[in-house]
């Protein structure tokens, strides 16, 4: 009797093994739920908030006295949408032209979806629509990849674009337009930001470059505003 017992409970034992083991082994195979989603939905201020006049402190600029910024600011089924309009005027006289004083404006559009997967896919159609569209029809555009804090989900483009001399009692060749683009993606933020500015044709790969640094810095002044 003894003997059977002690057999009974080994037996009872192997297979409670078994079972806990068989069950350690599903828990650890069960999929984890998919994170949050990092960023938040747009503050409905955020165009006021920017701080548009200390950031323009920093390349010798001013907000124009006659300027007043609009915003467009809009809820979608799959995530939240702002755009905020910024004018800037130098005062140094530093890119000046017949025109004036250096005036480069332009926007900054901020998307936020409800996931990743939204982001990416608003990311890479904006890539096409806005860069690599725009390098195939408009000449002298050039598009590049930029990494930073957002990771390695960037482009940036810069275009020369000479006025048409119909309209104007100037030189064209002395005066062209020009545009910076950046876009970023990071988790499910999209932001894209836009500069236009005319310079003389001696200055322009300087214009460009402050353009770019300015671009950047409003990219960066707009995130500061996001919960994220």
């Known amino acids: 009797m003894r003997l059977r017992t002690s057999r009974l409970r080994v037996a009872i034992a192997a297979v409670a093994t078994v079972i806990v083991t068989g069950g ?8 984890q739920p998919a994170p949050e989603p990092r960023y938040e939905k747009i503050p409905e201020d955020i165009c006021s ?3 548009l006049s200390v950031l323009f402190e920093e390349f010798s600029l001013t907000i124009p006295t006659h300027y007043e910024p609009a915003s467009g600011y809009r809820t979608e089924r799959d995530h939240w949408y702002e755009l905020c309009t910024f004018a800037a005027l130098g005062r140094d006289g530093r890119f000046a032209t017949e025109l004036g004083d250096f ?11 409800h996931n990743v997967a939204g982001a990416v896919e608003a990311y890479e159609q904006d ?6 569209l725009r390098k195939e029809t408009v000449p002298d555009t050039t598009t590049t990849d930029i990494t930073g804090w957002w ?8 275009s020369i674009r000479i006025i ?3 309209y104007v009692t100037y030189d064209p060749f002395e005066i062209p337009d020009i545009r910076v683009m950046h876009l970023i993606r990071h988790d499910n933020l999209v932001i894209m930001a836009y500069a236009d500015a005319v310079s003389l044709s001696s200055e322009t790969d300087e214009a460009l470059a402050l353009l770019h640094d300015l671009t950047s810095a409003l990219i960066d002044e707009t995130v500061s505003h996001l919960d994220g």
């Open 151 to 158: 990771g390695d989900s960037g482009k940036s483009l810069q």
């Open 24 to 31: 350690c082994d599903a828990s650890e195979s069960t999929p």
């Open 49 to 51: 908030s920017l701080r």
């Open 127 to 132: 890539t096409y629509n806005y860069f690599d």
């Open 103 to 113: 005036q480069p404006d332009g926007a900054i559009e901020v998307q936020i979806y």
């Open 164 to 166: 048409n001399p119909d």
